[in-house]
């Protein structure tokens, strides 16, 4: 209950155990980390050579294992024999985590429409069985073809920029 626009003591009156408000407390800033993929082994899914951020997971790692988010921007627990980190400079951080962005993006088209960017304007010029398909299953696909050419080239943009970085 609020008495001239401010809140009333009745929280600390009835519980006196302090109650944290988000600016409160100070969250844990944890590092960005990347690993590299070394070998696929079991896990088709993975791509060797292929650069995946890594998030902590403490459990996991008891169990020897990662958890790494893949093209698809999920996150999966992969044995962490199949990855090496890598340090990346901090000012690739950024591009590292843009290219991945893009590409997870790049992937969601690459499922709705069940094949990559290329094939998919080719067909819509020239296949009128798969354009028919196309507009009864998505109205709006000429958004979708819009936004997935923007992250192609989002995604090349800072690849570009990633390699200007890393080559210094």
Not at 14 to 34: L, S
Not at 97 to 104: D, P
Request: proline letters at 5%.
């Amino acid at each position: 209950m609020r008495r001239n626009g401010e809140p009333t003591n009745f929280f600390k009156r009835h519980w006196p155990v302090a109650v944290a408000r988000p600016g409160d407390m100070k969250q844990p800033k944890t590092e960005t980390r990347f690993a590299i993929c070394v070998q696929n082994q079991d896990c088709e899914d993975l791509e060797s050579g292929q650069v995946y951020q890594v998030l902590p997971d403490e459990s996991a790692a008891r169990d020897d294992y990662i958890r790494v988010i893949d093209e698809s921007g999920q996150d999966y627990l992969y044995p962490a024999d199949n990855f090496v980190f890598i340090a990346v400079p901090q000012e690739a951080k950024h591009a590292l985590l843009a290219v991945t962005t893009a590409l997870t993006k790049i992937e969601t088209y690459k499922h709705k429409y069940n094949c990559n960017y290329k094939t998919f304007k080719e067909s819509i010029q020239t296949d009128e069985g798969f354009m028919a398909k196309v507009e009864s299953q998505n109205p709006l696909w000429e958004q979708d073809a819009i936004e997935w050419e923007y992250w192609l080239e989002e995604q090349q943009a800072w690849r570009n920029q990633l390699a200007t970085i890393l080559q210094r």
